[in-house]
Nanobody, 119 residues
Framework: QVQLVESGGGLVQPGGSLRLSCAAS????????MGWYRQAPGKERELVAT???????NYADSVKGRFTVSRDNAKNTVYLQMNSLKPEDTAVYYC?????????????WGQGTLVTVSS
């Protein structure tokens, strides 16, 4: 089974930037959707951004225009570039991969990386 490893989280000041990486243990062509979710304390996990195998992207309204999801197929890695960070972006960010497979889709989660936006 594929493994996903997130990295790049940390402490950043409001208005700053971070780039998160999600490294997969196999070719990301095997996954129809990859994306990022986040969960803040006391809140439900929410979708941040997704990217398909054909590089179609979707973003939550709260991050649109500030975050960019991309993929490097040669490196088996998906990125989340986060600019103009706000305190409300503070959360554990999780990488997700979905493969449309018979008889059921396969879904894998990474362990998460903490992003803290604070002065």
């Amino acid at each position: 089974q594929v493994q996903l490893v997130e990295s790049g989280g940390g402490l950043v000041q409001p208005g700053g930037s971070l780039r998160l990486s999600c490294a997969a243990s196999e070719s990301i062509f095997n996954f129809h959707h990859m994306g990022w979710y986040r969960q803040a304390p006391g809140k439900e996990r929410e979708l941040v951004a997704t990217i398909t195998s054909s590089s179609t992207t979707n973003y939550a309204d709260s991050v649109k225009g500030r975050f960019t999801v991309s993929r490097d197929n040669a490196k088996n890695t998906v990125y989340l570039q986060m600019n103009s960070l706000k305190p409300e972006d503070t959360a554990v960010y999780y990488c997700n991969a979905v493969r449309n497979t018979w008889p059921r889709d396969l879904e894998v989660w990474g362990q998460g990386t903490l992003v803290t936006v604070s002065s």
